[in-house]
């Protein structure tokens, strides 16, 4: 059974920083893609930023310069660093991870940007 485990969400006020962690367990194999999606109230769920295998990261043109995504194979964890923040960053932030044909989700942590 796959689990990906997230942390680090929370409530900061505008302009601060957090960094969320996501962890893949389990029988999970040959992960290829990991990325960062959110969906705040009332709107559909959005990618934030992601990263393939080799490195090559991509971001939403709203977090560009504030927010990076790094991974950790040998944990197989991703992270996401997000700086500068601003009360629309406010959404649940959802790590997912794709290995082979499957695409797992975590549950989601709830991030708060107070002005």
């Known amino acids: 059974q796959v689990q990906l485990v997230e942390s680090g969400g929370g409530l900061v006020q505008a302009g601060g920083s957090l960094r969320l962690t996501c962890a893949a367990s389990?029988?999970?194999?040959?992960?290829?893609?990991m990325a960062w999606y959110r969906q705040a109230p009332g709107k559909q769920r959005e990618l934030v930023a992601a990263?393939?295998?080799?490195?090559?990261?991509t971001s939403a043109d709203s977090v560009k310069g504030r927010f990076t995504i790094v991974r950790e194979n040998a944990k197989n964890t991703v992270y996401l660093q997000m700086n500068s923040l601003k009360p629309e960053d406010t959404a649940v932030y959802y790590c997912?991870?794709?290995?082979?044909?499957?695409?797992?989700w975590g549950q989601g942590t709830q991030v708060t940007v107070s002005s």
């Open positions: 997912n991870v794709q290995a082979g044909l499957r695409a797992y």
């Open positions: 389990g029988s999970i194999f040959g992960i290829s893609r």
């Open positions: 990263i393939t295998g080799g490195g090559i990261t």
